[in-house]
């Protein structure tokens, strides 16, 4: 498809357990972005890259929070150790040449 | 980043114009004003993005007064369909890339 991809769209988990969320951007677009959007909030600004580099990751809450893009295109966010409190939908977008973000559907992760 | 105020959520019927009007009296000389929209369950989806005056397509129009504090979205004849949440953004450049959404105005059109 031509938009950003997300997998999965669900994914449910035990406290503890190592998750991995997976992002695939629109074809050529440099930047790529991950967002936390919790239960009636707003989307909650993770980390960016430009295109391998990872140039802000501020917004990473604690350092169980790992995010790679290894060859530029496709993004993984890798949460370990997870605590209820990461229960949220991660919401992936991408741009290109200084345009608006184009958002996928996120993953809605659940911890038990 | 420049903090924005929208109203929290807003009532419509079928078929009427809706203004969603959003505060951001720190906007800086360089802020564009980006609105998005958001269904449940779905990532939030860009609508219109302008600096000043007036912006229109073929969804919206933004209007910006003069001295870019406020911005009001203005959506023509609205639909069951356009009800979602609706974020008002400032940032540095049309592509801002630290985007801070805040909670959104929920708009709920009745039929």
């Known amino acids: 498809g031509a938009g950003v991809s997300q997998s999965p769209r669900y994914k449910v988990a035990k406290r503890g357990q190592d998750v991995a969320l997976r992002c695939d951007p629109i074809?050529?677009?440099?930047?790529l972005f991950w967002y936390q959007q919790a239960l009636g909030q707003g989307p909650e600004f993770l980390t960016y890259?430009?295109?391998?580099?990872?140039?802000?990751k501020s917004g990473l809450p604690s350092d169980r929070f790992f995010a790679e893009r290894p060859e530029g295109s496709v993004s993984t966010l890798k949460i370990q150790r997870t605590q209820q409190e990461d229960s949220a939908v991660y919401l992936c977008?991408?741009?290109?040449?200084?345009?608006?973000?184009?958002f996928g559907d996120g993953t809605r992760l659940s911890i038990l | 980043l420049a903090k924005t105020t929208q109203p929290i959520s807003m009532d419509s019927y079928e078929g009427q114009e809706v203004n969603i009007t959003c505060s951001h009296n720190?906007?800086?000389?360089?802020?564009?004003i980006t609105w998005y929209q958001q269904f449940p369950s779905q990532g939030p989806r860009f609508i219109i993005q302008g600096y000043k005056t007036k912006v229109t397509n073929e969804v919206a129009s933004l209007f910006i007064p003069a001295d870019r504090k406020s911005s009001t979205l203005s959506l023509p004849r609205v639909s069951l369909s356009d009800t979602a949440v609706y974020y008002c953004?400032?940032?540095f450049g049309a592509g801002s890339y630290q985007l801070t959404f805040g909670k959104g105005t929920k708009l709920s059109v009745i039929p």
């Open positions: 720190n906007i800086a000389t360089n802020d564009y």
């Open positions: 890259f430009q295109n391998e580099a990872q140039l802000d």
């Open positions: 977008a991408s741009s290109s040449n200084n345009q608006p973000q184009h």
């Open positions: 074809s050529g677009h440099v930047s």
């Open positions: 953004l400032v940032g």
